[in-house]
């Protein structure tokens, strides 16, 4: 291997690596500033997750959220994927830390705000009206949901929660107790922003079938008429159901 593109490979593996050995292999004329990269790279990570996750970084107060960050920003692979999808394993990542046991919700939330992203940075398109569903087959192959469509099923008011929190009614707390009340939410973009909405348990279902099987006559039959055509009537309300 070339030894330009060695020290590359052990530069960005050091980087992601809590591990001072890996260091020991790279010689002396670079590894004095090593330590100057890194940290500039885990405060990047920790700017970058704080502007995807505003409301876990305010939960949990700063220095707290920048060493849950550190540690999230090292367990990622060498190969770092794109920055802005530095956050899709956040979630998972708080699920199975010490910190989203001590407050049980920080999961859902943390899920809420990178749909939220996602959502906003999807790409744009025309929601489909009524009118436009008259004299068509609900099985037409050429209607689709919206990109960027997320559904999140929690068992609490993740959605209060998180606009107390964006509204400063809730500051940072330590063990903060919520009772749980289920809640399913349909994350989407509309008007170029993103939004969510808390809908009827059918209808989260009924959005999660077309997500796994499309429009099939045969499956979307099972529904019977009148239900079919209740759901479709909510979700073209909700604006989710576009040409394919």
């Not at 919206?146 to 998180?162: H, M, R, T």
């Amino acid at each position: 291997m070339p030894k330009c593109l060695e020290l590359q490979n052990l530069f960005a593996e050091y980087l992601v690596s809590k591990s001072e050995r890996i260091a020991d292999k790279i010689e002396d004329q670079y590894r004095n500033r090593l330590s100057i990269y890194k940290n500039n790279f885990l405060l990047n990570g920790e700017e970058t997750l704080a502007q995807i996750f505003p409301v876990v970084r305010m939960l949990f107060g700063v220095s707290r959220f920048f060493e849950v960050s550190k540690n999230y920003v090292e367990s990622l692979p060498a190969t770092l994927p794109n920055r802005e999808e530095w956050g899709d394993e956040f979630p998972a990542f708080l699920a199975e830390s010490l910190a989203q046991r001590q407050i049980g919700y920080v999961f859902d939330l943390a899920q809420l705000e990178l749909y939220l992203f996602q959502a906003v940075r999807a790409r744009a398109a025309r929601p489909m009206k009524l009118s436009d569903l008259e004299g068509a087959s609900a099985a037409n192959p050429h209607f689709d949901l919206i990109p960027g469509l997320a559904l999140l099923k929690s068992e609490f008011p993740v959605d209060e929660l998180y606009e107390s929190h964006v509204s400063g009614r809730i500051h940072e707390v330590e063990n903060f107790e919520v009772k749980p009340e289920p809640r399913r939410l349909v994350i989407f973009q509309k008007d170029g922003s993103a939004v969510y909405v808390a809908i009827e348990n059918d209808t989260f279902e009924f959005i999660q079938f077309l997500r796994a099987h499309g429009w099939n006559e045969t499956e979307l039959a099972k529904f019977g008429a009148d239900n079919l055509i209740r759901h479709l009537r909510r979700c073209l309300d909700l604006g989710i159901i576009t040409h394919g």
